[in-house]
């Protein structure tokens, strides 16, 4: 009998070592660049077989409802079949354990195997595939794969199956995000957003992306903006594309309803609740099914504010003088040009009622941050009002474009809008010049000095000066002014 090298054998056993970290190395290397998962499967199964000693060797990718399978084959003279392989009592036995197995002999594959191993291939928890190799060729009489075999097994089958999973996990979002673009421009298109939203400034880019990406969901959006910026405008556009479409939209002002009556406006009254008083529904009724907008909500009575919170948490009203809860379905968009994180902290507006009407929040720049898109809008509103009054359109003198674009315009887009039909109303002529343009403060004062101040102006500096001269009391600078003390809030005057 012929006695082994002590030595000789430790030197092998360190080759082979040595041997499988270099393919594991190797393949996790190739693993970044493999282009689909057939060559995935290929390149785990080939160092499989020549690093084990293998006479065949099997890797699939077991196919899944939205996506075929994939496998690979060394030493098979027919490939077997997807079904066969997948429904193979070996293979089960692979699947079930998640950790590699080896028997000797076994039937695999409607053959026996002198020696079989496998290895599942599994990701998040799922089997996504199986590793096999079959018939270790016999060296030194060894012709059975052993714990170490099994180990590499797992380690090739542990760096494959991520590569896999992550492979159909991006084509995957590919397809959603090309199915998103899709969707995003035929919404586009039917909603005409460009035609309405006028502007290519990155600032309007970004709302019009926010207002096509919200119009289909169902939450609560709540519009931010200086007055004039077109918040009824953006919720209108919300509801024309939603599912809602076919609904009412219905728009209410907070601050222009008094206190007494935005109850009854909101939730409907019953009858008999006052002399000669009928029953009448509430905005949140007549907007059943469809969409309600709430503008200037930061002005809403905290009573109201309390009902409103119910309405959207319960989803069901209460009519003035009633005792029935009615069932609303209704999706509830807000506006405001108030900053309502300092009515939070004023305790003029409930925290609550803010995070439920802010799900989503769109925020509209004020005119003076797109100034690009002041020649364009003033285009639009020209051909339009043209089109109205049945005259040809009128065009802008250089002059006047860089009028235009040197007004800080307090009033945004509505000030530009009321700005040119103005113009086109004195101009004779089809073109608009500087001079033609009226606006606030550009004019010569009484004195023959430049009128720096406009209105706005002048208002903020007379509040400030009756705020001071009660200490900060707004309940009395109020009642100096002659305004409630809500109207005062809505100044947005710092103290």
């Known amino acids: 009998m012929a006695l082994v090298d002590p030595r000789s054998a430790e030197s092998f056993g360190l080759k082979k070592k040595v041997l499988r970290l270099e393919a594991l190395y190797d393949l996790s290397r190739t693993l970044n660049g493999s282009r689909g998962e057939q060559e995935i499967l290929e390149d785990a199964l080939a160092r499989a077989v020549g690093v084990l000693d293998a006479a065949r060797g099997l890797a699939v990718r077991f196919e899944e409802p939205d996506a075929p399978g994939a496998m690979a084959t060394v030493g098979f003279a027919s490939p077997p079949s997807a079904l066969d392989v997948a429904s ?43 590793l096999l190799v079959l018939d270790r060729e016999a060296r030194g009489g060894l012709a059975t794969f052993d714990e170490e075999d099994r180990r590499f097994l797992g380690s090739l089958a542990a760096l494959a199956a991520p590569a896999l999973d992550a492979l159909r996990h991006v084509r995957a979002l590919e397809a959603d995000v090309d199915r998103l673009r899709e969707e995003n421009q035929a919404l586009k298109g039917t909603l005409k957003v460009d035609e309405i ?127 029935q809860r009615i069932p609303v379905d209704v999706r509830v968009v ?47 509103f ?39 039909e103005g113009a086109t109303a004195l101009v004779a002529g089809g073109v608009v010049e500087a001079a033609d343009l009226q606006l606030r403060g550009a004019g010569p004062s009484e004195t023959g000095g430049d009128l720096r101040q406009d209105l706005a102006s002048l208002e903020r500096e007379q509040i400030l000066r009756v705020l001071a001269s009660v200490g900060g009391n707004k309940s009395r600078a109020a009642r100096i002014l002659g305004i409630n003390r809500r109207t005062l809030y809505r100044k947005n005057v710092a103290n």
């Open 334 to 380: 807000s506006a405001t040009n108030a900053d309502l994180h300092e009515r939070i902290r004023e305790r003029s507006f409930r925290e609550d009622l803010y995070y439920r009407i802010r799900v989503v929040e769109i925020v509209l720049p004020p005119l003076r941050e797109r100034r690009e898109d002041i020649p364009r809008l003033a285009g639009h």
């Open 197 to 323: 939203l006028v502007g290519d400034s990155p600032p309007m880019r970004r709302v019009k992306e926010m207002v096509v990406r919200a119009a289909s969901s169902r939450v609560g959006v709540l519009i931010r903006g200086e007055s004039g910026t077109g918040k009824e405008l953006v919720a209108k556009l919300l509801h024309a594309g939603s599912p809602r479409r076919s609904a009412p939209f219905l728009a209410l002002n907070c601050a222009a309803v008094p206190e007494s009556l935005l109850e009854s406006e909101l939730f409907g009254i019953e009858r008999g609740v006052a002399t000669g008083v009928d029953a009448r529904p509430g905005k949140f009724e007549l907007a059943h099914g469809g969409t309600i907008f709430l503008d200037e909500i930061a002005d809403a009575p905290l009573a109201i504010q309390a009902k409103l919170l119910r309405v959207l948490q319960e989803r069901e009203i209460e009519r003035v003088g009633g005792r």
């Open 88 to 130: 193979d009592p070996f293979v089960l036995d692979v699947c079930r354990a998640r950790t590699p197995i080896s028997r000797s002999p076994e039937s695999v594959l409607s053959s026996t195997a002198d020696s079989v191993a496998g290895a599942a291939l599994v990701a998040r928890d799922r089997v996504l595939g199986v």
């Open 382 to 420: 020209l051909s339009r009002i043209a089109a109205r009054e049945g005259r040809p359109p009128l065009s802008l003198s250089r002059d006047a474009v860089a009028k235009l674009l040197d007004y800080p315009f307090p009033g945004n887009v509505r000030e530009l809008e009321n700005l040119l």
